[in-house]
């Protein structure tokens, strides 16, 4: 089945400064490629999402980077605020099938 | 939380009792799922449902059971609990009438079993 790799595990960063999050996936089918962002006692919340036919999508702050060819994808933080401390989760899936396969988490924490 | 709420929250149970954990939703979205969360592991499928009395079996799904005799409600059972499902328990709906698209959360439901 579909392996996803999240690195790194934890990431601190100053206020201000961008943060980066980087998934490797194994399986060339997958083409959706979710950002979960996971605040404590609470919910994965959906931030973004891009599919294999988009090389990048941005939203405000926030922006995934796509490249099929080397099956990775990468969350891109820029001018990070203390509110944007959490886990953040990345998941591939196969359109065609159920399940969302997920890296096992970047804990960021953003110093003020 | 596109309208999801899990029931109870936080539980504690013994080994050997059975447990279930509910999940309902207010928008009648096709597709739910249930997840289990652990340290190291990340998010993990247990069962997911594609409609009512329509369900199937994730990479997590030995010793669970689901139901789903409603649109709006997912049970997830816990037949002889066991100290090795202890876990946070997350319920999940896609909104876009896909499969794997767009799923959101829950809130949650802490389970510990002694």
């Known amino acids: 089945g579909e392996n996803v790799e999240q690195h790194p595990s934890t990431l601190s960063v100053q206020e201000g400064d961008s943060a980066v999050i980087k998934c490797t996936y194994s399986?060339?089918?997958?083409?959706?490629f979710p950002w979960y962002k996971q605040e404590l006692g609470k919910g994965p919340q959906l931030i973004i999402d891009i599919r294999s036919n988009v090389g990048e999508k941005k939203d405000q702050r926030i922006a995934v980077t796509l490249n099929k060819t080397a099956k990775h994808f990468s969350l891109h933080i820029t001018e990070t605020q203390p509110e944007d401390s959490a886990v953040y989760f990345c998941a591939a899936s196969i359109n065609s099938g159920y399940a969302l396969n997920f890296g096992k988490g970047t804990s960021l924490l953003v110093t003020p | 939380d596109a309208g999801i709420t899990q029931s109870p929250r936080h539980k504690v149970t013994e080994t050997g009792t059975p447990v279930t954990l509910r999940c309902h939703q207010t928008?009648?979205?096709?597709?739910m799922y249930w997840y289990r969360q652990d340290p190291g592991h990340g998010l993990r499928l247990i069962h997911y449902?594609?409609?009512?009395?329509?369900?199937d079996k994730g990479e997590v799904s030995d010793g669970y059971s689901v139901s789903r005799s409603k649109t709006e409600d997912f049970l997830l059972t816990l037949e002889s609990a066991t100290s090795s499902q202890t876990s946070v328990y997350f319920c999940a709906i896609s909104t876009s009438g896909g499969r794997t698209d767009t799923q959101y959360f829950g809130p949650g439901t802490r389970l510990t079993v002694l």
């Open positions: 449902s594609y409609g009512v009395k329509d369900t």
């Open positions: 928008e009648n979205h096709r597709y």
């Open positions: 399986d060339s089918a997958s083409n959706y």
